[in-house]
T-cell receptor
Framework: RKEVEQDPGPFNVPEGATVAFNCTYS??????FFWYRQDCRKEPKLLMS???SGNEDGRFTAQLNRASQYISLLIRDSKLSDSATYLC???????????????FGAGTRLAVHP | ETGVTQSPTHLIKTRGQQVTLRCSSQ?????VSWYQQALGQGPQFIFQ???????GRGNFPPRFSGLQFPNYSSELNVNALELDDSALYLC????????????FGPGTRLTVT
């Protein structure tokens, strides 16, 4: 089983639609969670952090359910510019006092059309 | 932009050859991590360097090695290239190994033929 799993999509939605992405992770000791956005042939860029209390940034809302080991991203009022791959990221700290490594899901591709 | 640069942008090598990829981190960032992203996959952690020492490694064979220099630059070296090494190689810099926020460079796209 992969450490971080996502539905690969693609999600094809019209402008203005609301779309939700889900992600599950296997390591219950994971402590920090993020969503990154990656445009075609570009580097990943941090979109937002995910907290247990949920957090919102404009049209984007992220939620974390620790009991179910589940992370979600909701995009409201989709824009053409939202077309990208969305990567779910879990922080793993395998060694006490050591480094943090980012564990990425394979990504969910979103295509927003006019 | 993140202030992290990588070179070259693209590279084509032949199976069995060796390659060196370069990264320049943000000034003041003591930590650099390297990731391999195959087509259609998320980035996979290769290793991390903190103050010129390797302090963490993913599931990659020893033919993947690295160096970090005091001037915030670093290298990823891959020996005995295999076809499966074809991927986008990303470096990411952060303040230190415990930092959650990592800043990615634009990547080097390596093709092995």
């Amino acid at each position: 089983r992969k450490e971080v799993e996502q539905d690969p999509g693609p999600f094809n939605v019209p402008e203005g639609a609301t779309v939700a992405f889900n992600c599950t992770y296997s390591n219950s000791a994971s402590q920090s969670f993020f969503w990154y956005r990656q445009d075609c042939r570009k580097e990943p860029k941090l979109l937002m952090s995910v907290y247990s209390s949920g957090n919102e940034d404009g049209r984007f809302t992220a939620q974390l359910n620790r009991a179910s080991q589940y992370i979600s991203l909701l995009i409201r009022d989709s824009k053409l510019s939202d077309s990208a791959t969305y990567l779910c990221v879990v922080i793993s700290s395998p060694f006490s006092g050591g480094y943090n490594k980012l564990i990425f899901g394979a990504g969910t591709r979103l295509a927003v059309h006019p | 932009e993140t202030g992290v640069t990588q070179s070259p942008t693209h590279l084509i090598k032949t199976r069995g050859q060796q390659v060196t990829l370069r990264c320049s981190s943000q000034s003041g960032h003591n930590t650099v991590s390297w990731y391999q992203q195959a087509l259609g996959q998320g980035p996979q952690f290769i290793f991390q360097y903190y103050r010129e020492e390797e302090n963490g490694r993913g599931n990659f064979p020893p033919r993947f090695s690295g160096l970090q220099f005091p001037n915030y630059s670093s290298e990823l070296n891959v020996n005995a290239l295999e076809l499966d090494d074809s991927a986008l190689y990303l470096c990411a810099s952060s303040l230190d190994g415990g930092s959650y926020e990592q800043y990615f460079g634009p990547g080097t796209r390596l093709t092995v033929t």
